[in-house]
């Protein structure tokens, strides 16, 4: 069969040639299976596999975004609570190769929606939307209905194997059991019993097959015996009450039959509640039948799995995986497609890791470049490197795509690769030295490593601590000097509100920052240590001995230290306004009485707002 091939080539540098439409293959429930021998050869050929998510939201409110004040803590508390309201609607998958200046790349765009495919409830069917986001997909010609009606289901491998105890698997399962150890009294009486009962209705429906008769007969004979049917095959369905008796059946049936063939019937709450016996007619018929279940098993399989065939397909493969923003696109796919998202930075590293042991953030890597100034999206941060170096990279896509179509989507996982690539010429970094070496990294991509907060420093340290941003001039401050002020009145900037904190207490006689996190609440830096307890102490006092101070208590103004933000983030209290996030974390008796987590952590402050690559 004559397959058609579409090449297009982008040759970046400083002296490039019109850039045409990239033919990203569009995926949907009606060619997934297709896409799917594609993609499965192109991954196994390739040496990285880039990655890019298009999602219903990122955050609720301002203060949800990770902040340059955020910990690598707060920054996944915050992703794990995005992960859990929003959803993916595209994953963007990209194999690629890179030799030289030359990137051979086979991008795929699949279209999801979760669809109760078993009807047992599995995936949950609420989240929610951001209108930015949903508007950014409008423009680009996204269509909604067609996501709907024909995006790709999945479910988790934990969805998958919740569903398989709630409804048991459709195909019954062929029994696999180890030898028993020696037998009781009470094992012996029952296999006995089996046995009697298998050999009975073994002999006779044999004997009224070798012998014609009257078809009522053979049907009342074929009601006494207990016969059912499994397909066109005779079977018997063997009650058990433990995994114990399910042992033993098994055992007892290959003893003494070669032509039955055990299958267990699971239960609804797990475990089995049957066996079910299926007759065979010859070797050549059983070898059939076992084949037959293999294939049934397996398409149910692929069914329930949906698109997490295609994530399975690259956590197998352990190949690196190219990203931007990677903890919060890792924190969807670690939610939708593995399990539920832990408690913890370091329990998600340490679940991540067997699935996904190599990931590279370009975010991370352009950090190897040195300092870099208003670089917010992939279109501008591959602008910055074209005027600054000279790297021309030719990027190749090769594949079955309709270049022809005019709703492109998925273009962003190409800027990645191209991102990347551009970023090892630059860099000096041999991708080719990796295709059968991933434990040794060159320096560069080894920094920029499963690093997971956008703000921390380039360390794959999973108790590193510190967060920062791309200027030239980042100050490292312990979050005990920092503390969270709210109540004021509304309207006031940053500089208001410094200005006023400026004559109403001794403290603030020494150098200080304010910040506004958003319209409710503020942040106060002190560059001394200690002044932030000082400043904490006068406002629980009620601003004694400090009259404007106190004058800005008796208008509501409300402090406290980093740990009730850390609470805050810890516990979920996403409220809209942070300010009643933190009323609520000092409701809680931990924080004052300070049974709470009072490690000192340092941060990078900046004055600038925290750069993504993901702000398009």
Known sequence: MLQRRFLCTIVSGNHQKPRRQWPIRQVNRSNFSEALQHIKAHIRDCDFVAVSLQKTGSYSAPWHRVLPLDTAEIAYFKAKFAAERFQILQFAVCPFSVRASKVVAHPYNFHLFPRDELKIGLPSYSFSCQSSYLSSMARQGFDFNACIYDGISYL?????????????????????????????????????????????????????????????????????????????????????????????????????????????????????????????????????????LQNREEEQSKRVRGFREVIDLISTCQKPVVSHNSLNDFAFIHAKFLSSLPSSMEEFRRSLCPAFPNILDVGHLMKEMGPLKKVTNLPAAISYLKRRFFAPVDVEISHQADAGDSKIHGHNVLKITELFAKLCSILKINPETLQHDYDNFPSALESSSNIFNPCSSSSPDPIDVDVSVWTNNTRKVDTNNLVFLWGFRDGMSAGMLKRRLSNSHVVFSDEFDVRLVDKSCAVVVFWNPGLSSSFLDAVESGGLNCEPLREMISEGLQATGYQAYRRACELGLWEANLADSLDKALEDTDILSGTGSQESLNIYWNDELIISLDDL
């Open 156 to 292: 988790s491998r934990e969805q998958e194997s919740a569903s398989r105890e709630r409804i048991g698997s459709p195909v019954r399962r062929k029994c696999e059991t180890q030898p028993s150890s020696d037998l009781s009294v009470a094992d012996s009486i029952f296999v006995e019993r089996i046995k009697a009962r298998v050999r009975n209705w073994r002999n006779a429906f044999k004997d009224s097959s070798s012998r014609a008769e009257d078809p009522l007969i053979n049907s009342l004979r074929k009601l006494v015996i207990g016969n059912e049917e499994y397909g066109s095959r005779p079977c018997l369905t063997i009650t058990v009450c433990s995994e114990r008796q399910v042992q033993l059946v098994v055992e007892m049936l290959r003893e003494f039959y070669d032509d039955l063939v055990p299958l267990s019937v699971p239960a609804k709450g797990g475990g089995t509640q049957a066996i079910q016996v299926v007759l065979t007619s010859s070797k050549e018929d059983r070898l059939l039948f076992e084949m037959e």
